[in-house]
């Protein structure tokens, strides 16, 4: 009951569409008729300005970093547990052994990131889970976002290319948690490297028309 309970949260945590409600209570429309037609930071930003763009981006990184937060409570799991200097057998779960509970708590990674590409409340079309996924890594795997949000800046830096950094950034984030493992192993390594390999599956599916437009030249820079 407790899993489905969880993932069912961060489904509806990651559907809240931030992008979609600044632009309707700032500038009226949708924003998913303008642009990429994603609901995203970087659509809203050419929509409805710098300052409605970057409110959209803290506020879908929130709703990652809440879904995984709220299934660790309720799973009584540790996800920070490297941090406190206990093992993992020193925390009492929720009847679920450790490899279940993180198998939970990274399918509502997961979930949050599935919830706002696809939000119940728009008829199952948002933005692109970028930025719900920097805030599901952000608590999950902090060192993983570190890395990506460096490639990210560098690549958007030459390219000014917002999409392709995306998506480079992206697949960094399970190579960085493979190599992480190499050098140190951890329990929760397999749903760990799952999870991201689907999270970065899935934003370059949502890329796919920026991939397109990418291959013949006319991708809109960012400005």
């Known amino acids: 009951m407790r899993p489905a309970l969880v993932i069912a949260i961060a489904y509806l945590l990651g559907s809240i569409p931030f992008g979609y409600l600044i632009v309707r209570l700032t500038e009226g ?15 809203v930003s050419r929509r409805a300005g710098k300052a409605a763009g970057v409110a ?33 057998e020193a925390f009492a779960l929720s009847g679920l052994s450790f490899q279940q509970a993180y198998w939970c708590i990274w399918g509502a990674a997961i979930a949050a990131i599935i919830g706002h590409m696809f939000p119940l409340w728009l008829g199952f079309r948002g933005g692109k889970g970028v930025a719900t996924g920097v805030g599901v890594f952000l608590i999950l795997a902090p060192g993983a976002v570190a890395f990506a949000g460096l490639i990210f800046i560098l690549i958007v830096l030459v390219t000014r290319y917002v999409s392709l950094g995306s998506i480079i950034a992206a697949v960094t984030i399970p190579l960085y948690i493979l190599l992480r493992n190499r050098i140190s192993p951890s329990l929760e390594f397999t749903p760990e490297i799952t999870a991201a390999t689907v999270g970065a599956l899935l934003i370059i599916f949502a890329h796919r028309a920026n991939i397109r437009r990418l291959m013949h030249g006319n991708e809109s820079k960012f400005s």
Request: charged share 10%; net charge positive.
């Open 56 to 88: 959209t981006l803290v506020l879908d990184a929130l709703k990652g970093s809440a879904a995984v937060v709220v299934a660790g409570w309720i799973l009584k799991v540790p996800l920070l547990h490297q941090y406190t200097g206990r093992p993992l």
């Open 29 to 43: 429309g949708d924003i998913r008729a303008t642009g990429s037609g994603g609901t995203g930071a970087t659509n």
